[in-house]
């Protein structure tokens, strides 16, 4: 398995835990699903995830912008809390930065060879 794989399926997991401990038990359950998937070489999830990902991305950048028109307000009207905004925007980068990972870990040669052999491989006895 490869290393970039390894650290996809790490960040699934951190997100099913961070799910869990929210209280989002079913997409905490369906991120379960997911990791278990990759972890067992499924093709079909591995573009499904790409997929979600290239979607994260995309609420992930409306999520910086909708951050950088209430850091304005916020800053324009002179108001506290600005720690909340500033912990909010690193978040949201963060995520940015998962997807972006995810995506480039699942396009890579290596990662596709891998879910493709460990699909047509037979099932272990």
Do not use: C, H
């Not at 972890?39 to 999520?63: E, P, S, T």
């Not at 809390?81 to 963060?94: P, R, T």
């Amino acid at each position: 398995m490869p290393g970039k794989l390894k650290v996809v399926i790490g960040l699934q997991v951190l997100n099913v835990i961070l799910n869990i401990v929210n209280g989002s038990y079913i997409w905490g359950v369906i991120g379960l699903l997911i990791a278990v998937a990759l972890f067992k070489g499924n093709n079909v999830v591995r573009i499904v995830v790409i997929v979600l990902a290239v979607l994260g991305l995309i609420g992930g950048v409306l999520g910086v912008l909708g951050l950088g028109a209430v850091l304005a307000l916020m800053s324009a009207g002179g108001a506290g809390g600005m720690g909340q905004v500033v912990l909010a925007f690193a978040a949201v980068i963060l995520a940015l930065a998962g997807n972006i990972f995810t995506i480039w870990a699942l396009t890579r040669q290596d990662v596709k060879e891998f879910m493709n052999s460990a699909a047509a491989a037979p099932p272990a006895a």
